[in-house]
């Protein structure tokens, strides 16, 4: 089975919609996580963004031996009620990335 990184990164105003947040933090990452293959998600604010403005990324890691079967149920499951979607409140999506990892995780030593 192969490991994946799914990376999106959204802008919006600096003042990000509470109602947004709420729905992509407790709504929308679970739903991406009903995927199967998702295993994991997590959300980061990227420091110095443009002035006025916040980047965000977003990483999914996937388990899969068909990444293609992965995207494909994601892509359908979006604005059904297994994923609903709402407005963006400002929020705009920048680029989205795909990587397949080449090395295993490392750690530090404890």
């Not at 990376?7 to 739903?31: A, K, N, S």
């Amino acid at each position: 089975m192969e490991r994946y990184c799914f990376i999106i990164i959204t802008v919006g105003p600096d003042e990000e919609d509470d109602e947004y947040r709420e729905w992509y933090e407790c709504q929308h990452m679970p739903d991406v996580l009903d995927v199967p293959g998702f295993v994991s998600a997590q959300r980061f604010r990227l420091q110095k963004a443009h002035e006025n403005m916040r980047q965000y990324l977003t990483l999914f890691e996937i388990d899969t031996d068909d990444l293609d079967a992965v995207m494909k149920e994601l892509r359908q499951r979006a604005g059904t009620n297994l994923m609903p979607l709402i407005k963006g409140a400002g929020q705009q999506t920048i680029n989205r990335l795909v990587g397949r990892a080449v090395t295993p995780l490392l750690t530090s030593a404890p």
